[in-house]
């Protein structure tokens, strides 16, 4: 075919909604850092250090020869009742939530969650809140689906909920999709109050709250809270075994009550049929066999010890007027620098120096916010990576804020 025809039909055969929707910016960012010299806080990845090989090992090796034969049939699309009646029981056990099973569905990771969410819920021009700056993968995926979005700052306590009071009271809304419990990428954490009040404020203006707990279970300081889902059953709550088994097994989970899970096993049974019925019956074996809690407390450890130092290197290294959090739990740390200066200009100069990390505007639903900002991983470096990719990081904030004010001063500001 003639190249200039071929390209003229590209243009116009693809669905409207992909022309809308961008490649993911980390995805993106992780292609670069494959190299073996990059110091890498830029994906969200556990420590693979942590993965509990050998017990998987023994786990798949159990299953497979005790049933092999059914283990690698067809299966049902809710998922294998013994893991979701786990996870109804632990849902009990760490949040005092009562879960009937069959209104928990299993899914391919927290991703699938989304996008089957997505599909049940979203008809084009939609609105659904997001929290400002929100995860990206769920901006990604609800894109898809050609929702316009409505971004509601964070205070350091959770979303600003006098601001979504009045921004739902002046448009409606269907969903507003948050990470409350060391949310990506901010590490922020809602307070019990202000759970409360976003459960209130949903209820009165007929909102679906999807709550993302994905971290919730890597809490290193701090005590536990109850999630949204405690004080509305409007509430589609999200887990996942990524964050505290492994993420190549690609196993989450939805709760939600029986009129939303009837269409979303319908939405499933389109999308794959079912999880992959092996990986279920692997995590079941694993978690009849070991101590899940244990294995907990290992990654909590892990990871507190890498947050400490991570926010103890930027307290030295970093030049005054750089600003982050200081999370009680989860995989990130969001850094906030002075408005002149611009973390992609970092990024360019960090990349130089062989580190690499996620500038903030892709956690953005619009093309203005988050220039000054970024998110840094601190789950999958071990301690010198962290010491050293930092402190080169600080070079380079050094040097870029100090050609900002240079270049101000000769603009006569």
Known sequence: ????????????????????????????????????????????????????????????????????????????????????????????????????????????????????????????????????????????????????????????????????????????????????????????????QKRKDVARILNKH????????????????????????????NTVLMGSFSKIIAPGLRMGWICARKEIMEKLLIAKQAADLHSNYLSQKIIHQYLLDNDIDSHIRKIKDAYGKRRDLMVNMMAEYFPEGVMYTKPDGGMFVWVTLPESVSSLDLFDLAIEENVAFVPGNPFYTDDTSGNSTLRLNFSNSDDEQIEEGIKRMGVCLEKLMGDTVMADSQKGF
């Open 1 to 192: 075919m003639d190249q200039n025809l071929y390209r003229k039909l590209m243009e116009t055969i693809f669905a409207d909604r992909m022309q809308a929707t961008r490649k993911s910016f980390i995805r993106e960012i992780l292609k670069v850092t494959q190299q073996p010299e990059i110091i890498s806080f830029a994906g969200g990845l556990p420590n693979p250090g942590l993965f509990p090989v050998e017990e998987i090992s023994a786990a798949s090796s159990k299953v497979l020869s005790e049933d092999g034969t059914n283990i690698l049939q067809y299966s049902t699309t809710e998922g294998y009742l013994p893991l979701r009646e786990f996870i109804a029981q632990r849902y009990l056990k760490k949040s005092g939530l009562k879960v009937d099973p069959a209104d928990i569905l299993i899914t391919n990771g927290s991703q699938q969650s989304i996008d089957l969410i997505g599909k049940v819920f979203l008809n084009k021009g939609d609105r659904v809140i997001i929290e400002k700056p929100g995860y990206l993968g769920a901006i990604q995926s609800f894109s898809i689906f050609e929702a316009e979005f409505e971004a509601v700052p964070l205070l350091e306590d959770g979303i600003d909920t006098d601001l979504l009071d009045e921004t739902l009271s002046k448009k409606s809304a269907k969903l507003f999709y948050t990470v409350p419990t060391f949310q990506n990428p901010s590490g922020i954490t809602y307070s019990e």
């Open 206 to 233: 007929n909102v679906i709250c999807v709550e993302d707990n994905a971290y919730g279970e890597l809490r290193f300081a701090g005590e536990d809270l109850p999630t949204i889902r405690n004080f509305s059953d």
